[in-house]
């Protein structure tokens, strides 16, 4: 699964998702990105960083690995 966001996204980011999330990573900086499964999906706390400094400021993606 892949989280793709058009503007970057609130500290706190809750995702709906139906799949048992285990793992996330911010693409473009390969960081590891906390998360928290709620009865809602997941919720990223995303790093703090000014995306002026990521490598596009077009889309923001996170690549989220399930238990399937």
């Known amino acids: 699964y892949y ?10 980011t809750t995702i709906r998702i139906p ?4 793992n996330a ?3 473009g900086i390969s960081k590891q990105i906390p998360i928290l499964s709620n009865d809602q999906g997941i919720t990223l ?7 002026d400094f990521l490598p596009c400021r077009h889309a923001y993606v996170v690549k989220l690995t399930s238990v399937e």
């Open 3 to 12: 989280a793709i966001f058009l503007k970057y996204p609130q500290r706190e």
């Open 19 to 22: 799949a048992k999330i285990v």
């Open 25 to 27: 990573e911010f693409l």
């Open 45 to 51: 706390t995303m790093p703090e960083i000014n995306p």
